[in-house]
């Protein structure tokens, strides 16, 4: 589960996660960024875009060889199912792996973000959803971000 919504997509995670799997935007994908940050969650939560996210001055995404964003498509997700047994939605993705990242920035989170046009946008148009405490200090070899089995995202 996410150590934290952004204030920004309070309400709208599953609606936003939804738009993508549904591809209502044929462009829109969940996008993962690593991040090392030394800033609050209090601080962070108020950011509204991922440009903020990585402008605060305690923050910037990680630089590592081999290091890029994983972007999620319409094909990568599955459809998302109200749990009415426990009157909740989960959101899940699978777990997910950076390749080969060379040694270099520690990585300290990760940030799930929601980007309507993945061929025009920018950082200043990606939405970040959540963020995830991710301690990895990186060594040449695979790093896998194993995503909780009740997924990555709870509305209760």
């Given amino acids: 589960m996410a150590d934290f919504v952004f204030n920004i997509a309070k309400g709208r995670v599953a609606e936003l996660f939804n738009r993508v799997q549904t591809n209502d935007g044929a462009n829109s994908a969940l ?3 690593a991040i090392n940050t030394a800033a609050t969650d209090a601080t962070l939560k108020d950011l ?3 440009a903020a996210v990585l402008a605060d001055g305690d923050t910037a995404e990680v630089t590592n060889s081999g290091y890029s964003r994983i972007v999620l498509t319409d094909s990568d997700l599955s459809a998302i199912s109200p749990d009415d047994s426990n009157d909740r939605m989960d959101l899940d993705i699978a777990d997910q792996t950076f390749s080969s990242i060379a040694a270099g920035d520690s990585w300290t989170d990760l940030v799930i973000c ?3 046009d993945t061929t025009a946008g920018t950082d200043s148009n990606i939405i970040p959803l959540t963020q995830h405490d991710f301690s990895v200090t990186p060594d040449g070899s695979d790093i896998i971000a194993q995503i909780a089995a009740a ?6």
């Fill in 31 to 33: 996008v993962i960024v």
């Fill in 114 to 116: 929601y980007d309507g």
């Fill in 151 to 156: 997924g990555f995202y709870r509305a209760s």
């Fill in 48 to 50: 509204d875009t991922l």
